[in-house]
């Protein structure tokens, strides 16, 4: 009996490891320390141009050295990842919870499921 209770919690835990979480932007405004956030898109720069959530970074998700670019962020630190609908996000999320990342959210349904005043529409100079 003792075994089998064991093997339960080393099954849920290892499964929680692997969770990932996916919220949405009302939740994640709710955070206690949303202002700690570091968000980042990871769609292409074209489309990081067009529209973004305001003071996003903008990692391209089909960049070679897409996982490489975040070694300048700590493991632990706060970071919510999007794109146009959630597909790229998610993918992105998995990858780096992999890499060790604990604190790392998808936004549910990307820039799609956002009010519109939330996002940025000016061009940026090059």
């Known amino acids: 009996m003792r075994l089998l209770f064991v093997l339960l919690?080393?099954?849920?835990?290892?499964?929680?490891?692997?969770?990932?979480?996916?919220?949405?932007?009302?939740?994640?405004?709710?955070?206690?320390?949303s202002d700690d956030f570091i968000v980042i898109d990871v769609r292409t720069p074209e489309e990081h141009k067009i529209k973004r959530i305001k003071n996003s970074i903008n990692i391209n998700f089909y960049?070679?050295?897409?996982?490489?670019?975040?070694?300048?962020?700590?493991?632990?630190?706060?970071?919510?990842?999007?794109?146009?609908?959630g597909r790229r996000s998610l993918e992105a999320v998995k990858n780096l919870s992999k890499k060790g990342f604990k604190n790392i959210y998808d936004l549910k349904g990307g820039i799609l499921a956002l009010d519109k005043s939330l996002l940025d529409f000016d061009s940026f100079n090059d």
């Open 63 to 85: 960049d070679e050295k897409f996982i490489d670019l975040f070694k300048v962020y700590e493991k632990d630190e706060n970071i919510l990842i999007y794109c146009r609908s």
């Open 9 to 33: 919690l080393t099954s849920l835990s290892l499964h929680s490891q692997n969770t990932i979480e996916s919220i949405s932007y009302a939740d994640y405004l709710n955070f206690d320390n």
